[in-house]
């Protein structure tokens, strides 16, 4: 799975949402929601998804400079973990 952010994102700050879904019949652990390189991530799943349940998670990027950037955003729950490449290209 890949999240991309506009080019041009250097005027603002740009935001996008990841669902988050549980298609187990049993309710999973979230241990960790982790993102590396130069985005942030907003909002929180709790520490439990119940079964079938979802929620979001935001993911900010504002960079500093113009460039091509990249990252992950890992989801770490009970049942394994799911990592969402992020590329964010600014001018």
């Known amino acids: 799975m890949r999240l991309e952010f506009d080019t041009g994102v250097m005027k603002g700050n740009a935001v996008r949402s990841v669902k988050v879904t549980n298609p187990l019949t049993v ?20 520490a439990e998804l119940q079964e079938g349940a979802s929620c979001e998670i935001q993911v900010s990027f504002r960079p500093s400079v113009p460039g091509k950037y990249t990252g992950e955003l890992t989801i770490t729950t009970s049942a394994g973990s799911a990592t969402v490449k992020l590329v964010g290209p600014s001018q």
């Open 27 to 46: 309710a999973q652990k979230i241990s960790s929601i982790n993102v590396t390189g130069d985005f942030l991530q907003e909002g929180n799943c709790g």
